[in-house]
């Protein structure tokens, strides 16, 4: 398995050792399979069997193994047994799928060690640095930006491990008091907390400027833990897999609602979707910082102000892994992607390509979620499924019912920050279903229906 930019101009290709290790790519782009691997059926239901018998630890590490041939395939698991564990994570199953009501399911990504969905994979991000610095016999400086749950998931993963470092910034007075608390109050002389007077774009900003200064970068052996680290998201293709095997893939799809900020979430799905997972659609939720939704409603990908809501780690208006998928929608061609992203960095605003829109509406949709929203979804989730929420996470789920519209938010268990909010479109004309994934805040979800 070889890995490309979505900049490369002259197809050269790195290992995935290499690019873990350097995370942005030098030409600014960033990382992606040279080709996707795919499965089918057969693939699927031996995934079943495998994880019933050995648990997520074993179908990760067989999910992985398809895009990593530089580590061994038993050094692997033994990484994947080590991140994937209790009491690391609070549930044995490390992801949970849970019932809602008429097809909607609900899956728990918020059972590791800082509640966050990120846990899922900056746990193994963590081995994966640990292991291949000893290879090395090398260091990394981890440079990262967080809008509140990558910052936390980061430091746990990351602290007390040799040869790593960690530098995270953020935005100053936007991260909730709990994440806060948890970043803050670490104390490990190799984690170090920055913040910054801005939004979590300027920290992004920051962290993709040092990591384009190749030099500087080289010489002081900078990483990144940020979703543009190609194997942030590969991880978190696993628990897709996880979800529609336990809801009856392949012999139904599944859709997949995710709310989103930065798109790496989402765009796992779409990894697994073109790996051979069959999934219906996957819905991109936003919050009033709405760049994704204007852009696969519109074909605007502009930025706006950000407006400070009570999601703040989806407070973002420039969604880093967006351009991953308008990669692959715009038929690969970097030189042409290199200019286009370019642009939009001098001016902050562009359309897309035709090809670009065309190749996303075969697979996403969008909605945005205001406040009253957020409001109604918490209010459904505690009156028709008995589930206190937090207002984190958007989702949207269409469903073949009474032809009425309610608003859902993902669910979460009382006792913990919780968060996803669904708007769940109820039309008696047809059936969409769909895995809704709470991101951002404390607690994320993944909230599954299926036809």
Known sequence: MRYLSTRDQEHTTSSFCDILLEGLAPDGGLYLPEQYPTIGDAELNRWRDLLNEQGYAALAADVLTLFIDDIPADDLKDICARAYTTPKFSEADIVTVTPLEDGIYLGGLSHGPTAAFKDMAMQLLGELFEYELKRRHQVLNILGATSGDTGSSAEYAMRGRDGISVFMLTPRGRMTAFQQAQMFSIDDPNVVNMAVDGVFDDCQDVVKAVSGDLEYKAANRIGA????????????????????????????????????????????GYVASKMGLPVAKLVVATNVNDILHR???????????????????????????????????????GLALAQQMQGFEASKAMRLTNAQREGAANLFTSARIDADGMTMAMRWAFDAAGQVIESFGHVLIGGNFAGRTVAVLGVVVAAVLGLVF?????????TVTGVASATAGSVSMLTVARS
């Not at 543009?228 to 009856?248: P, T």
Request: glycine letters at 8%; zero cysteines.
């Open 225 to 268: 833990v940020n979703s543009i680290n190609w194997a942030r998201l590969m991880a978190q293709v696993v628990y897709y897999f996880y979800a529609a095997v336990r809801l009856g893939a392949p012999d139904r799809p599944i859709a997949f609602s995710v709310p989103t900020g930065n798109f790496g979430d989402v765009f796992a």
């Open 422 to 430: 669904a708007l769940l479109r109820r039309s008696p004309s047809r």
């Open 295 to 333: 852009a696969l409603s519109e074909g605007d990908y502009s930025q706006g102000q950000v407006v400070p809501t009570a999601t703040p780690s989806m407070d973002i208006q420039v969604s880093s892994n967006f351009e991953r998928l308008l990669f692959d929608a715009g038929g690969r061609d």
